[in-house]
């Protein structure tokens, strides 16, 4: 226990210190939401890998499809190495952050208002956002509660509390500077964390080959075996829809978009483009292979009275036999994870609620200081908020919001994805085409969430779009779709102004 509390002090110290430290770039707007546009491609690479797996993956993700698709959950964390990681960088990285800094846009409804001349399409951008962000901030809780429990023997919230506590120091101090180190540091911790637990692991159960051997012998709900220890497992309709969801997700979530707006230089792009896909590879790679390794440890799974596992479960304890120092390191690897994400996601609600909502149209006239203060307010608001939905939800079970969660995703990267993508490359992409693709994707997603409670009936939707990760998925590929068709059919945008944005690409 002594071991397990000098780790958490010792990473609460650091993490303060840096906040604190890094007061002084926090100043103005450009400094406090996006570094200034100075941030180098190791702090932007690592602030977009931790951003994109957290808790949620480590625990939920890796610990459900690891159960469900065995040792073929692999493909998964490669698929968001390569799919998630590597191709956004590389597709929009540079034009990102060129045409942002060209259009002087912070946040990415403000690129939407400033490439299609629309306020309206800021402030619904804004609004879907804000609605569906909170949500999957309070999921991030979720992840640390059983590992807590297990680690330390104390209540829930008091997890919360402490988590929210030390977000809130050093986002609120030190922006998005303190969040890009912290990132950094948090990072490190993750890529220690994940291999030594893989080690441990695949150690408790003979090495390597006698792991997926026991995986080969494990039954499936039909009787059979070997599905389990196959290269796409039982279900591989269903694991191309996690994998769509998980790794073109990130092309369109406002929180990852957001990474590229901030790097220092355009070279710095092929840098960070490296870094960060072996940092996926190891860090989602490693979650999801050790996750399909979940069925043997079965014996010490928990179980609800249907007869149900409980997926959060199953990470916690096979990790739960593990000593004091390793179960240390995996806590503050859950935390590191936990807590980078949550300052990406706060930032990005509050930068977005204060310059594209409130400014402008709530109150006319805001100068540089009470626009950062006001992001500062609505951080902490946004983490008192989700805090206590997490806490609600933990206490009562409600299991409206954990749906909420799983829907967000879908709802997000579906209403931004095709639009932004497009926006970057095609000067024939115009705003009608955005406000029907989000317009489909969120109404879309919606109706899923209906289904999953039960308010509308199943036969809505066929049966492979029942699944909400299935219908997120949906939404991304059909945005792709939906933009250039309903643009082609409309009437184009004036030429000038389309010129004037795209004109950023021929200067060096």
């Given at each position: 226990m002594l071991i397990k509390i000098l780790l958490l002090i010792l990473f609460f110290g650091v993490t303060i210190a840096v906040g604190i430290y890094c007061r002084k770039h926090a100043t103005n707007v450009n400094n406090f939401v996006l570094g200034g546009r100075t941030v180098g491609p190791w702090l932007t690479a690592f602030a977009f890998g931790t951003s994109y797996f957290s808790a949620v993956i480590f625990v939920g993700y890796a610990g459900q499809f690891g159960w469900r698709f065995g040792v073929s959950a692999t493909w998964i964390g490669l698929a968001n190495a390569i799919i998630g990681s590597l191709m956004p960088w590389l597709i929009l990285g540079r034009r990102t952050r060129v045409m942002t800094q060209h259009l002087g846009s912070a946040t990415m409804?403000?690129?939407?208002?400033?490439?299609?001349?629309?306020?309206?399409?800021?402030?619904?951008a804004s609004a879907i956002i804000f609605i569906f962000l909170i949500p999957y901030t309070a999921s991030l809780y979720n992840g640390l509660s059983r590992l807590f429990a297990k680690a330390f023997n104390i209540d829930f919230w008091v997890c919360i509390v402490f988590m929210a506590v030390l977000t809130a120091i050093y986002v609120i101090a030190g922006g998005y500077v303190a969040t890009a180190v912290n990132d950094?540091?948090?990072?490190?911790?993750?890529?220690?964390?994940?291999?030594?637990?893989?080690?441990?692991?695949?150690?408790?159960?003979?090495?390597?080959?006698?792991?997926?051997?026991?995986?080969?012998?494990?039954?499936?709900?039909?009787?059979?075996?070997?599905?389990?220890?196959?290269?796409?497992?039982?279900?591989?309709?269903?694991?191309?829809?996690?994998?769509?969801?998980?790794?073109?997700?990130?092309?369109?979530?406002?929180?990852?978009?957001q990474k590229f707006y901030a790097i220092k230089l355009e070279k710095s792009i092929v840098r960070g483009t490296v870094i960060s896909t072996v940092f996926a590879v190891i860090v989602a790679g490693g979650c999801y292979f050790l996750g399909g390794f979940g069925r043997l440890f079965s014996n010490?799974?928990?179980?609800?009275?249907?007869?149900?596992?409980?997926?959060?479960?199953?990470?916690?304890?096979?990790?739960?036999?593990?000593?004091?120092?390793?179960?240390?390191?995996?806590?503050?690897?859950?935390?590191?994870?936990?807590?980078?994400?949550?300052?990406?996601?706060?930032?990005?609600s509050s930068s977005t609620l204060t310059l594209d909502f409130i400014k402008g149209q709530i109150v006319k006239k805001m100068d540089e200081k009470k626009q950062v203060l006001i992001i500062r307010v609505l951080?902490?608001?946004?983490?008192?908020?989700?805090?206590?939905?997490?806490?609600?939800?933990?206490?009562?079970?409600?299991?409206?919001?954990?749906?909420?969660?799983?829907?967000?995703?879908?709802?997000?990267?579906?209403?931004?994805?095709?639009?932004?993508?497009?926006?970057?490359?095609w000067k024939r992409t115009t705003k009608t085409a955005v406000w029907c693709n989000m317009g489909f994707s969120t109404i879309f997603m919606i109706i899923s969430l209906m289904i999953s409670l039960g308010v509308l009936p199943r036969e809505v939707f066929p049966e492979i779009l029942r699944s909400p990760i299935n219908a997120g998925a949906f939404c991304m590929l059909a945005g792709l779709i939906i933009v250039p068709v309903v643009s082609l059919l409309t009437k184009p945008p004036e030429k000038t102004a389309v010129e004037s944005c795209f004109d950023c690409y021929s200067k060096r």
């Amino acid at each position: 226990m002594l071991i397990k509390i000098l780790l958490l002090i010792l990473f609460f110290g650091v993490t303060i210190a840096v906040g604190i430290y890094c007061r002084k770039h926090a100043t103005n707007v450009n400094n406090f939401v996006l570094g200034g546009r100075t941030v180098g491609p190791w702090l932007t690479a690592f602030a977009f890998g931790t951003s994109y797996f957290s808790a949620v993956i480590f625990v939920g993700y890796a610990g459900q499809f690891g159960w469900r698709f065995g040792v073929s959950a692999t493909w998964i964390g490669l698929a968001n190495a390569i799919i998630g990681s590597l191709m956004p960088w590389l597709i929009l990285g540079r034009r990102t952050r060129v045409m942002t800094q060209h259009l002087g846009s912070a946040t990415m409804p403000e690129f939407f208002s400033s490439r299609f001349n629309s306020k309206n399409l800021k402030m619904v951008a804004s609004a879907i956002i804000f609605i569906f962000l909170i949500p999957y901030t309070a999921s991030l809780y979720n992840g640390l509660s059983r590992l807590f429990a297990k680690a330390f023997n104390i209540d829930f919230w008091v997890c919360i509390v402490f988590m929210a506590v030390l977000t809130a120091i050093y986002v609120i101090a030190g922006g998005y500077v303190a969040t890009a180190v912290n990132d950094f540091i948090q990072g490190i911790i993750m890529l220690i964390g994940i291999v030594a637990v893989i080690i441990a692991v695949l150690n408790t159960n003979g090495g390597l080959v006698s792991s997926i051997k026991g995986m080969a012998d494990v039954a499936d709900a039909s009787g059979s075996t070997g599905a389990f220890a196959s290269i796409f497992g039982p279900e591989p309709i269903n694991l191309l829809g996690v994998v769509i969801l998980t790794s073109l997700g990130t092309w369109g979530l406002p929180q990852m978009v957001q990474k590229f707006y901030a790097i220092k230089l355009e070279k710095s792009i092929v840098r960070g483009t490296v870094i960060s896909t072996v940092f996926a590879v190891i860090v989602a790679g490693g979650c999801y292979f050790l996750g399909g390794f979940g069925r043997l440890f079965s014996n010490v799974a928990e179980f609800r009275a249907d007869g149900s596992v409980i997926y959060d479960s199953i990470i916690p304890n096979m990790l739960s036999g593990f000593p004091d120092i390793l179960i240390g390191i995996v806590v503050i690897l859950v935390l590191s994870a936990s807590i980078s994400t949550l300052s990406s996601l706060v930032m990005a609600s509050s930068s977005t609620l204060t310059l594209d909502f409130i400014k402008g149209q709530i109150v006319k006239k805001m100068d540089e200081k009470k626009q950062v203060l006001i992001i500062r307010v609505l951080i902490a608001i946004f983490i008192v908020l989700s805090a206590l939905i997490a806490i609600l939800q933990y206490n009562k079970n409600i299991v409206f919001i954990a749906q909420l969660m799983g829907i967000s995703w879908g709802a997000l990267a579906g209403s931004f994805l095709a639009p932004f993508l497009y926006s970057l490359y095609w000067k024939r992409t115009t705003k009608t085409a955005v406000w029907c693709n989000m317009g489909f994707s969120t109404i879309f997603m919606i109706i899923s969430l209906m289904i999953s409670l039960g308010v509308l009936p199943r036969e809505v939707f066929p049966e492979i779009l029942r699944s909400p990760i299935n219908a997120g998925a949906f939404c991304m590929l059909a945005g792709l779709i939906i933009v250039p068709v309903v643009s082609l059919l409309t009437k184009p945008p004036e030429k000038t102004a389309v010129e004037s944005c795209f004109d950023c690409y021929s200067k060096r």
